[in-house]
């Protein structure tokens, strides 16, 4: 039975060394940037939904504002005597 032949590889010349280390430090630039955009995004998306629950919390407080002030209306004439006030 024949052994496998060992190609033997010629070890990379300094070109090869720098063009690889180029295309990596590229490809972490790409990625570096890439995780800032969606860092934005899910900090601006953050502020859009806290702003959105203070207005919606604005909103229901409102309401039970006008709710108390009806309920307080009639309430507060009918112990009063016509005359006075």
């Known amino acids: 039975m024949d052994a496998p032949q060992k190609t033997e590889i010629a070890p990379p010349t300094p070109e090869q060394l720098l063009t690889l280390l180029d295309l990596q430090v590229e490809r972490e630039r790409s990625k570096r940037a890439n995780r800032s955009r969606n860092r934005a995004t899910f900090l601006v998306t953050g502020l859009v939904v806290i ?17 108390v002030r009806e309920h307080a209306r009639p309430g507060a004439t009918a112990g009063l005597i016509d005359g006075e006030r």
């Open 51 to 67: 702003l959105a629950a203070i207005g919606i919390a604005m909103l229901v407080a409102q309401q039970m504002l006008e709710e």
